[in-house]
C-alpha cells in the first residue's frame, strides 16, 4: 500500500501542499484548485460559512444578491437544505431561506392550488401571479423600495 502525503510540514514548522506530488497526481488545473485551498493550522477546525458574503456572515441583502444569480427552476441538492440549518442567523431568516429554496412560502400562487381564492396576482403590482420568484426578484414594486 502506498501512502499519499499530500500535505508537507517544513522546517518553521508550518505545513503546506505538497505541489510535485499533487502535479503527479492530478491534472494541472486540479492541481491548482487544490493549492488554493487554504490549510487551517493544527488548533483550527473546519467551521461552515456563508458563501454569499466575503466574510461568511448571512445577511439578507446577500441572500437577495445570490437568489439573482442563480437558477431558481433547477432542483436543489437535498445536502445544500442541511447545510442552510447550519448557517450563522436568526433562525427566522434561515427558515424563510429555507422555505424560499423548497418553494413552500404560502404566496397566492401556491395557496391558489389548494384553495379556492378570489385571485392569484400579486398584492402589490396586480400584474403577474403572486410566486416566491416575483415576490423576491421580479414585481416592480420591490425595485422601488
Ligand atoms: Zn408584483
Not at 448571512?58 to 444578491?65: D, E, R
Not at 412560502?105 to 392550488?113: C, E, F, K, L, Q
Request: aromatic share 8%; glycine share 2%; hydrophobic share 40%.
Amino acid at each position: 500500500m502506498v501512502a499519499f502525503k499530500l500535505l508537507t510540514n517544513s522546517s518553521s514548522n508550518s505545513t503546506s501542499w505538497n505541489i510535485p506530488l499533487l502535479n503527479q497526481l492530478f491534472t494541472s488545473c486540479i492541481s491548482n484548485h487544490i493549492q488554493n485551498i487554504a490549510i487551517l493550522g493544527p488548533n483550527r477546525k473546519d467551521e461552515l460559512k456563508w458563501m454569499g458574503t466575503k466574510i461568511g456572515i448571512f445577511s439578507v441583502k446577500s441572500m437577495y444578491t445570490l437568489l439573482r444569480t442563480i437558477d431558481l427552476t433547477t432542483p436543489i441538492l437535498a445536502r445544500t437544505n442541511l447545510k442552510i440549518w447550519k448557517v450563522h442567523a436568526i433562525p427566522r431568516a434561515i427558515l424563510f431561506t429555507w422555505k424560499c429554496i423548497n418553494n413552500v412560502v404560502p404566496t397566492r400562487s401556491r395557496i391558489g392550488r389548494f384553495v379556492p381564492i378570489p385571485s392569484t396576482m400579486c398584492r402589490m403590482c396586480n400584474q403577474n401571479e403572486e410566486t416566491i420568484l416575483h415576490m423576491l426578484l421580479e414585481c416592480p414594486f420591490i425595485h422601488s423600495v
